[in-house]
Structures are given as structure tokens and as C-alpha cells.
């Protein structure tokens, strides 16, 4: 009789359920995985057969047969060792194959039998329970992360003679497996604000700048920051981080998983409880940044899903690789295509986004002379495509500090915290506003959207009909100043959007260098 074991394997964030055939043939000794297996899965049979030795137990003097069903789904990854095991001692009759039936099996083992860690348990287990399994096995360093999802119990193993003693056919057997439970509420509320290096407050001047951030983080916008060397723009763009909103929970599931395929979780706590702020530097490559590879695994825009992806030196990346973004900026996601698979990963994020306004950096600079012919600006603007700004919807300048400003030691400024709890009652507004539409910020209006809730009077509907003519706007540019006018009307508790809300929105897109382009 042939044992079947139910594991699972995850393409993308898409769990796939995997039965582990195991069967016992009177041949020459030897074990045959079958099923499209990668190496670290055919090498598994040199693990699990150490495993079950040194777990005090008799590798089977038999051919054993194993099949990963279905054959049609790559299989790669260590965490059918555990499974495989599993299969083999219940083929052997050392485990009951009633006891295993609807119970899932994960994890890698070691040679002395010891359970180790794998990726992507969150959404397997996820994935699982919408399979209607009731309990699984994973390695303890996995087992909270596995118990974030409710409803379904969680068995945390240390090693291989646990799963044997709690499945055993021998009654008197001492169930060592324990159930984990965490309280998810418990690591969410473990969000603070206490621990950014950078505050709002300490920042002289830009006050335009932080005006525009502020706008960016509440209604969820992309932002390109134009300014001489040390005007601020990097230490704005880190600042930024601090007045984002806190994560809700159907948020920070969906960011744990992606974590957890990349391998960037901490055992001890799991859940992803901020928003993520990733920095790229300009010498990344394509496949970085969307994501790729054999078995495609996420990039930095989908690590930056729900937070911000900051790109400083913006013009010094090379274009094809700028040019992946718009996409993704476009459709809030990106799907990786290959030969054998094609896998979509959520990308919906902040592009924060600085430059310098030429090669030298100091064209418009008041201090200091620009030193750039006409012909390298042009070439140093042109890497920069018209599309890629197209999506942008807020484009500032950021000026050097005047002497005054820059020696004021009695300045005053907002502290991040009086910030951010605008940008969260702005959320808010929103959030209740979308609730029966999917989306959660104004940046993700459809075009249907904006008919429904961008409305506007009759001064603000001719004060963009001049602008759209003297600017010749797209019709997506045209839709991100409606969706800009929106977030600054929940910003200031306005229920209608104003003439003046579109007035501002126009300020905050630089036509002249998009021209010059």
C-alpha cells in the first residue's frame, strides 16, 4: 500500500498543494524521487536517510519510490525533506497513516535529525488552510510565523523523533509535539516611533518640500525631488519614513508573506509591523528591482509593496532600468514570465524619487555658478523619459538654504508626529470612503473611480481646463492632478475638492523641466 503525505510548495504568493507518494518495492536498495524535482529536492534523500538513522530508527532495506503529485509543478526547495521522511516511516509501518492523513508535513531536515527553517511558510500555510487542512507541522523556528494564520493548528517540531513520537503506532508513545499560538494584535501594536534616527522637526526650512512629502505619504503618491548637493533631499527622503502610516492588518499578512518567500523574516517576530522603506542604489540591475530569476523571487519593488521605494541619484540609473518601473507604477503589480512559469507579485508602492537639476548640480542655484552647457543638460535630462514623469504626480524643487535659514538657531518646525497624524486621518478619510471598492489611497483611483469621487465645481473645473491647455496635459497626468487635488482636500477635511486643492495640486507637478525633456 502506498503512504501519501500532504505537503505544499508556493509559486509567487500562490501555495499548491503537493502529495508525497511513498512506496516500498522488493529491489535492490536505493531511493528514486520522481515528480520534477530540483537538485536540493533529489538531494533530500541523503538527508532524510541520515535523518532516520540517527533519529535511532532503520532505513528500509528496499527501493523506495517516491512521487511529488502533481509532475507538472516544479518542485524546488528543501521543505520536502520532512514529508519524505514522514512517508517512508509510514510505508515502514512506524507511523500511523490514519494519524498523518489530514495533517500537512514541512520543514528541512538535518543529518542528525534536527529540523531546520524554511522560506515561504506563511503563504503554505495560508494556502493550506483555504484547503481545508486542520493542522501541520513545520520546524520550530517557523512555527510563529505559521501561527499568525487563524484557524488552522500549528505543530512546532525541534526535530524528526518528535513528528515520529507524536504519530507513532505504538500507543505508548509520549506526544511531544506542543501547539503554538501567538497574538497577532500583540505584534502589530509593537509599531512605534520612537526608534527613527530622523525627525521633521529637526530639519531647517523645505518647508514646500515637507508639505509635498506629507501630501505623498497620506494619499500614497509618487514624488521626484529636483535640488543642488546638500539642499537636503537625501535626509528628506529618509525623514519620510517617520510619517508614514501605521500598517493594518490585512497589510502586514500580505507584506509577512512576501518576507517570508525572500527569506527576511525574524523567527521571533514574524509579522512585518512597518511599512518598509527600501533604498536602491543606482548600479542595481533590472532583475533586482522587479524581480526574476529561475524560480522568479520578488525584486525591490515588490519588498517595497505598502511602503517606499527611494531611488536617490534618480538620472544616474540606466534608462532600461528606470523604464521597468512604469508598469509596475501603472498597474500596482508585476508578473514575471518564463518559460516554465509565469508568477505575479504585488508592487504597490511610494516611488521616492532625487536628482540633481544638472551634471554639476547647481543649475538655478543661488549661491553657485551652474557650469553645464545647454547640450549636457539636455542629454543629462533626457535619461529621464516623458512616461516615467507622466507617473509621477508630484515633481519639486528643492533650493539651497538661505545663510539665514541655514544659522537660525531658534527655528521652529512640525515634528513628525503633528505630521503623521494628519496623513492617518487622511488614511482614514479614505479608507472609509473605498471600502466597498478594493483600493485603500486616492493614488489607486481608477479612471471609473475619479468620475465617482473627484468631482469638482465649476471655478475648478475651469481652472483645469486652462491648465490642461497651457500645459498640454495627458489624460494621465490629467487624472493624477485630480487624484493629487483629492488627497489634498482629505489633508485639510474637505469633503468637496476646491479650486484652491486643484490650485495647489498644479504647483506640485514641474512642467518646465518636463518640457525641457
Known amino acids: 500500500m502506498v503512504s501519501h503525505v500532504t505537503t505544499a510548495t508556493v509559486l509567487g504568493l500562490e501555495a499548491y498543494k503537493i502529495s508525497v507518494e511513498v512506496d516500498l518495492i522488493q529491489s535492490i536498495p536505493g531511493v528514486t524521487i520522481v515528480g520534477l524535482p530540483d537538485t536540493a529536492v533529489s538531494e533530500a534523500k541523503e538527508r532524510v536517510r541520515s535523518a532516520i538513522k540517527n ?4 532505513f528500509p532495506n528496499k527501493k523506495v519510490v517516491v512521487n511529488l503529485a502533481p509532475a507538472d509543478i516544479r518542485k524546488e526547495g528543501t521543505n520536502y525533506d520532512l514529508p519524505i521522511a514522514v512517508g517512508i516511516l509510514a510505508q515502514d509501518d512506524i507511523l ?7 495533517t500537512a ?8 535529525g534536527s529540523l531546520r527553517s524554511v522560506n515561504g511558510i506563511l503563504p503554505i500555510v495560508s494556502g493550506l488552510k483555504d484547503m481545508g487542512i486542520k493542522q501541520v507541522v513545520v520546524p520550530a523556528k ?9 484557524d488552522i493548528k500549528v505543530f512546532q517540531a525541534e526535530c524528526l523523533c518528535d513528528v515520529i513520537d507524536h504519530f507513532s503506532n505504538n500507543p505508548e508513545a509520549v506526544k511531544r509535539l506542543e501547539v503554538c ?3 497577532i494584535e500583540d505584534y502589530l501594536n509593537k509599531y512605534t516611533t520612537t526608534n527613527y534616527h530622523y525627525d521633521f522637526k529637526d530639519i531647517k526650512g523645505q518647508y514646500k518640500a515637507k508639505k509635498a512629502l506629507e501630501i505623498a505619504a497620506a494619499g500614497g503618491h509618487n514624488i521626484l525631488m529636483s535640488g543642488p548637493p546638500g539642499s537636503g533631499k537625501t535626509l528628506l527622503s529618509k525623514t519620510f519614513a517617520s510619517i508614514l502610516p501605521p500598517l493594518e492588518l490585512e497589510e502586514a499578512i500580505e507584506l509577512t508573506k512576501i518576507y517570508s518567500v525572500s527569506g527576511l523574516l525574524d523567527s521571533e517576530n514574524p509579522l512585518v ?3 518598509p522603506f527600501r533604498i536602491v542604489h543606482h548600479s542595481a540591475s533590472a532583475i533586482g528591482i522587479i524581480g526574476g530569476g529561475s524560480n522568479p523571487k520578488p525584486g525591490e519593488i515588490t519588498l517595497a509593496h505598502r511602503g517606499v521605494l527611494f531611488l536617490d541619484e534618480f538620472v544616474e540609473f540606466p534608462r532600461n532600468v528606470l523604464e521597468v518601473l512604469r508598469q509596475p507604477l501603472e498597474d500596482g503589480e508585476i508578473r514575471i514570465s518564463r518559460a516554465q512559469t ?14 540633481n537639476p544638472c551634471p554639476c548640480g547647481y543649475l538655478g542655484d543661488s549661491q553657485k555658478q551652474c557650469t553645464c552647457s545647454e547640450f549636457q543638460i539636455q542629454r543629462y535630462r533626457s535619461r529621464l523619459s516623458g512616461p516615467m514623469l507622466d507617473r509621477i504626480d508630484i515633481q519639486i524643487e528643492v533650493p539651497r538654504l538661505s545663510p539665514d535659514e541655514l544659522l537660525n538657531k531658534n527655528f521652529k518646525s512640525e515634528s513628525s508626529e503633528e505630521i503623521r497624524s494628519r496623513v492617518v486621518n487622511a488614511r482614514k478619510r479614505q ?6 471598492h478594493s483600493i485603500m489611497t486616492n493614488s489607486q483611483l481608477t479612471p471609473e473611480l475619479i468620475k465617482i469621487f473627484c468631482k469638482l465645481d465649476e471655478n475648478s473645473e475651469k481652472l483645469l481646463k486652462n491648465a490642461a491647455i497651457k500645459f498640454n496635459l495627458s489624460g494621465r497626468s490629467y487624472d493624477r492632478i485630480l487624484k493629487l487635488a483629492r488627497t489634498i482636500a482629505d489633508i485639510e477635511n474637505s469633503e468637496n475638492i476646491e479650486s484652491s486643492h486643484i490650485a495647489q495640486s498644479l504647483q506640485y507637478r514641474n512642467f518646465i523641466n518636463q518640457e525641457n525633456i
Do not use: C, H
Not at 500511523?96 to 489530514?102: F, S, T
Not at 508535513?105 to 543529518?111: A, K, Q, R, T
Not at 509565469?342 to 536628482?355: C, E, G, H, R, T
Not at 479608507?431 to 466597498?436: G, I
Open 55 to 58: 533519529s535511532g530508527y532503520q
Open 96 to 102: 500511523d497513516n490514519e494519524a498523518i492523513k489530514d
Open 105 to 112: 508535513f514541512l520543514g528541512e531536515l538535518s543529518l542528525d
Open 142 to 150: 517557523n512555527a510563529k510565523e505559521a501561527a499568525l494564520i487563524p
Open 181 to 183: 499560538e501567538v497574538d
Open 273 to 275: 509591523n512597518k511599512r
Open 342 to 355: 509565469s508568477v505575479k507579485y504585488p508592487a504597490d508602492f511610494i516611488l521616492l524619487a532625487a536628482m
Open 431 to 436: 479608507s472609509v470612503r473605498y471600502k466597498e
